[in-house]
């Protein structure tokens, strides 16, 4: 693997049961933890550990608890040492990586997380919907297909050959129908509580805003790629720009992953739950990819040595 190196941090999709049992951090996890049951009202601790995993899958636990772990691994890996070129993450993600860049602190991050976690339920309780991933097709040709059909958009650019669709239920159904008709390989429903990243969200997109404009952004102190524009930024006034339009936007984590590596050959640690990112990677140019969970700190570290 090459000497440069970025941390990614995953989203929704990512969790499971008792993920945060080996995250590093546990001392200040377990306080973020008391914070984070204290806005949500939510006893988290049990439903990471226990379930059911239908409950870990609510938007308003997982987001949360995904943000937390995202943290401490990515945390963990700059107190080792690791000096990374830049910081991205997927959708969710994006908050932790903000975090980790100094944008703001762990907890500011965590309100906005959870209050994030609040008003995309509530707008998914306002508008249905769901979302499915596409395979085997080109972002172009899914683009002609969905454009011909009311209430469905293109939401997850994920990696070549992996586009995820977002909207109304039958709309997303009629989308899958026609996408597998005009050549796509398999269109695979996803177990979501909403249309996310899609226009359904704009009633959380707008409070999310006025949360956004009177939180406090620091310039970043590495460069963040973020999901509505993915090329290197620092400016705080710019990032709070790009974050507020991420929730009704399509995540670009393709182009993502390319602007990581314009400048050369880049290793993403995956720093969260998982290796879901890790495994985007894979079909991507000049991008490696490894997963802290799976591999541990110490051997990331004689990686990108």
């Given amino acids: ?7 990614v941090f995953p ?3 990512s969790q499971r049961l008792g993920m945060l049992a080996d995250v590093p951090e546990q001392d200040a996890l377990s306080r973020l933890l008391d914070a984070a049951e204290a806005l949500s009202d939510l006893d988290l601790r049990a439903i990471v550990t226990l379930g059911p995993e239908t409950e870990l899958a609510d938007t308003r636990v997982a987001q949360p608890l995904l943000y937390l772990a995202d943290w401490a691994w990515g945390c963990a890996l700059l107190e080792r040492g690791l000096v990374p070129v ?3 993450g997927h959708s969710l993600g994006e908050l932790a990586a903000l975090a980790i860049a100094g944008v703001y602190s762990v907890e500011a991050g965590l309100e906005l997380v959870v209050e994030r976690s609040r008003l995309m339920a509530k707008a998914a309780l306002l508008n249905p919907g769901t979302m499915a991933a596409v395979l085997g097709m080109a972002a172009n040709e899914i683009g002609a297909v969905v454009s011909q059909i009311d209430g ?10 992996q586009i995820v669709i977002s909207g109304t239920l039958d709309a ?3 989308a899958s129908n026609a996408l597998v008709d005009a050549g796509a390989r398999k269109v695979v429903p ?3 509580a909403g249309a996310f990243h899609s226009p359904l969200m704009e009633s959380a997109g707008t409070a999310f805003e006025e949360l956004v404009r009177g939180a406090e952004f620091a310039d970043a102190s590495v460069p963040v790629f973020q999901n509505t524009d993915p090329t290197a930024e620092i400016d705080g006034a710019a990032i709070r720009e790009r974050l507020i339009a991420q929730i009704t936007s399509p995540v670009r984590w393709t182009e993502t992953m390319f602007s990581l590596a314009a400048e050369g050959p880049v290793t993403l640690v995956e720093s969260g739950p998982g290796a879901v990112l890790t495994g985007l990677a894979r079909r991507v140019d000049g991008v490696t990819a490894i997963s802290a969970e799976a591999v541990g700190i110490e051997s990331i570290l004689q990686e990108v040595s």
């Fill in 152 to 161: 469905v958009w293109i939401a997850n650019d994920n990696s070549p050959g």
């Fill in 172 to 174: 997303v159904g009629l």
């Fill in 86 to 88: 830049g910081v991205a």
């Fill in 1 to 7: 693997m090459g000497s440069r190196c970025a941390l």
């Fill in 190 to 192: 996803l177990k979501v």
């Fill in 11 to 13: 989203g929704q999709g």
